[in-house]
Nanobody
Framework: VQLQASGGGLVQAGGSLRLSCAAA?????????MGWFRQAPGKEREFVIA????????LYADSVKGRFTISRDDAKNTVYLEMNSLKPEDTAVYYC???????????????WGQGTQVTVSS
């Protein structure tokens, strides 16, 4: 399964950005657990958000709750990470991932996108 992340860029603090994660054939985002992780320079990769749409449930990192949301476009088989009220500490490479359970443990996600850089200037 191939996941293609895109949409990163440079944004000022307080701004918004939308990341995309397109799934190639073999995986349907609407029936999968989809998540986003991020890795800042010199730090370990950390959980950001994950969701399943069947029996709707979304798990957030405390640091992004109320600012980030996840959505999807079935026609495009794409998941989006909507990021609002961005802070400099949100600067990182963002990775999308697909798995079977909504958990924070990145080892539980079998499929990964290549990452997209988000830089938030102060």
């Amino acid at each position: 399964v191939q996941l293609q992340a895109s949409g990163g860029g440079l944004v000022q603090a307080g701004g918004s950005l939308r990341l995309s994660c397109a799934a190639a054939s073999g995986r349907t985002v609407s029936t999968s657990v989809m998540g986003w992780f991020r890795q800042a320079p010199g730090k370990e990769r950390e959980f950001v958000i994950a969701t399943r749409w069947r029996r709707s449930y979304t798990l957030y990192a405390d640091s992004v709750k109320g600012r980030f949301t996840i959505s999807r476009d079935d026609a495009k088989n794409t998941v989006y990470l909507e990021m609002n009220s961005l802070k400099p500490e949100d600067t990182a490479v963002y990775y999308c991932a697909a798995g079977e359970n909504v958990v924070r443990d990145m080892a539980k996600y079998a499929y990964w996108g290549q990452g997209t850089q988000v830089t938030v200037s102060s």
